[in-house]
């Protein structure tokens, strides 16, 4: 459970389920993981007392009730962490992107910008072996590092600004299980 079967099994499976060069191979793989799952199962226990689940029960509240009426509810706090952290896997990761993509139309944000450094890196290297001048390559490799700067603030900005409002949760979620009552 808590390792995966490697990428060549992923990839199978994916290419069987027929979702290869859509966005669904990039979000259904990482959507439930075993560390999620435990995660959220050590949240519903120390936090849905025992005494709400039974009064419901007693009520007649059927298993999808309870689930959908009295433990979602609690719950948003959990929801809100395990969101925040899959967006944020998704947010960075590009190998998934670069594995079940093909059409560049679909390429994510961070295959898009890996592919700018790649194209900047052999720019830099072609001018560098050309024969130009030393200031030239000083102002070029300036240029790169500039490049490289503006991909991090690019690709880090969007998560800067959504943090912030789910920071509360963030900071709950976070402190499940440290804190003994």
Same mark, same amino acid.
């Given at each position: 459970?808590?390792?995966? *079967? *490697?990428?060549?099994?992923?990839?199978?499976?994916?290419?069987?389920? *027929?979702?290869?060069? #859509?966005?669904?191979?990039?979000?259904?793989?990482?959507?439930?993981?075993?560390?999620?799952?435990?995660?959220?199962?050590?949240?519903?226990?120390?936090?849905?007392?025992?005494?709400?689940?039974? /009064? /419901?029960?007693?009520?007649?509240? $059927?298993?999808?009730?309870?689930?959908?009426?009295?433990? +979602?509810?609690?719950?948003?706090?959990?929801?809100?962490?395990? $969101?925040?952290?899959?967006?944020?896997?998704?947010?960075?990761?590009?190998?998934?992107?670069?594995?079940?993509?093909?059409?560049?139309? @679909?390429?994510? +944000?961070?295959?898009?910008?890996? %592919?700018?450094?790649?194209?900047?890196? #052999?720019?830099?290297?072609?001018? $560098?072996?050309?024969?130009?001048?030393?200031?030239?390559?000083?102002?070029?490799? @300036? #240029?790169?590092?500039?490049? @490289?700067?503006?991909?991090?603030?690019?690709?880090?900005?969007?998560?800067?600004?959504?943090?912030?409002?789910?920071?509360?949760?963030?900071? %709950?979620?976070?402190?499940?299980? $440290?804190?003994?009552?």
């Amino acid at each position: 459970m808590l390792f995966s *079967g *490697g990428i060549i099994p992923l990839y199978i499976v994916v290419r069987k389920l *027929g979702m290869i060069d #859509t966005m669904w191979a990039i979000v259904i793989p990482g959507v439930v993981g075993a560390w999620s799952i435990l995660v959220a199962r050590s949240f519903f226990q120390s936090n849905v007392p025992d005494s709400l689940v039974e /009064a /419901a029960k007693i009520d007649g509240a $059927s298993d999808f009730y309870l689930f959908f009426r009295v433990v +979602l509810p609690l719950s948003l706090p959990i929801i809100a962490v395990m $969101s925040l952290f899959h967006a944020v896997a998704l947010w960075n990761q590009y190998f998934n992107a670069l594995i079940y993509l093909t059409s560049e139309s @679909k390429y994510p +944000l961070q295959l898009i910008l890996r %592919q700018i450094l790649i194209l900047n890196e #052999t720019v830099a290297e072609s001018a $560098s072996s050309s024969a130009g001048a030393a200031q030239s390559f000083s102002e070029q490799l @300036k #240029t790169a590092f500039l490049l @490289k700067y503006a991909v991090i603030i690019v690709s880090a900005l969007p998560l800067l600004i959504v943090y912030p409002f789910l920071q509360r949760f963030f900071v %709950q979620g976070v402190l499940i299980g $440290s804190v003994k009552e």
